[in-house]
């Protein structure tokens, strides 16, 4: 989960290299473009990791991941070469997370350790989400060949891991498999009880009007404030600082967020919303007036919420969901997180209609009404815990 979370993100600081070839449109398009090729493969992961195992699932994933990373390499400032590595890429991240989140969760059941199997596997994502642009900005602002060698060490990580993934345990019991748990099962889920945990007045509630804001918080952060912001000769490295920044915040919180789950159900939403609309206020400030004073904290409270509602979502996911239904929800609930990554394209593409702090001030109203739906998830008294 962290080598292929490092090879989606890595593209952040390389968009001021791409902007000297194609238009700011085209660049956040390709930023986002990865979603198309990781939606699908969400939901088309869950269902062969409980039938085929998740080891089986997760190898080719990451050699995927590394073809992707090959791709974009060769592609130089071909839009279309691009495009075809962001969306190989993005295959290789929904056949991972939700396999990935789900192999952690079960390995921290059978360690004892079930309250932290949705933190491990949230602090492993955002740990690659943010190593990968940060050591990325570092190599494009001094590096040579900033469009090869970022890719290249991608590639490297790729095959040490894909190495030490053969000695952990498999949890889904599949024919020849003797170190899967008696009792595991890889059987799907009934659509009819899928449905209804869809439907439930959780999931429409807490979790459909907060995921989108999860990446939307980050890469409002990592991809959008940026370009607002003059830096002079320094746009690549400032571009890994903000990802490392926003996503470090990111792992920093979830420990807390862990933490208000113990306490109420509600908590960690409306903090992460909190920390959302402050940023997003923030960032209308920055792009206002182009200050680099209003954008450092904004980064700050937007990857708190990143964090904070990441860890809410996984771990009431988590709650809503039986052994043999955790992959197929956890999948859902990604797809749901990665609408998010349209914000950057949003953000160019309606620029020269309401403006940019326009764009700000709008997410920073829809993460206000968020509010409501997590106050009306659980009815009076269960959102406390005992």
Known sequence: MFVV??????FAPLLGEYRTALTSVDVTGLFGAYVLGLMPALLIAAPLSNR????????????????????LLFAGDSFFGLLAGRILVGIAAGGAFTPGTTWVKELSDRAGASAAGARRAAVALTGGFATGPLLTGLLAQW???????????????????????RRAPETVEVAGMPDAPAGASGSAVPSNRLGALLRSRVFLA??????????????????????HVDVGPFGELVSGLVAAVTLGTGILVQPWAGRLALRSR?????????????????????????????????????????????VSGLRTIDELASAHELAALTGVFYCVTYVGFAFPLLDSVFDPVISAPGVFLIAAALGAAAFLGVASAWKPGAARRG
Do not use: D
């Not at 590096?143 to 095959?159: F, G, K, R, S, W």
């Not at 999860?214 to 959008?224: D, K, N, P, Q, R």
């Open 52 to 71: 085929w195992g998740r080891r089986a699932v997760l190898r080719p994933v990451l050699v995927l991941s590394a073809i992707g990373s090959l791709v």
């Open 266 to 310: 509600r908590a960690g939403f409306q903090w992460g919303l909190a920390a959302l609309v402050a940023g997003m206020l923030l960032g209308a400030l920055t792009a206002a007036t182009h200050s680099v004073l209003a954008f450092a904290p904004a980064a700050v409270l937007l990857g708190a919420a990143y964090g904070l509602l990441i």
């Open 206 to 227: 807490a979790i459909l009007p907060t995921a989108p804001w999860v990446f939307g918080a980050a890469t409002a952060s990592l991809a959008a404030l940026p370009s």
């Open 143 to 165: 590096a040579p060949l900033p469009e090869v060698i970022p890719y290249l060490i991608q590639i490297a990580l790729v095959v040490v891991v894909f190495v030490f993934i």
């Open 5 to 10: 979370g490092w090879g989606a993100n890595m």
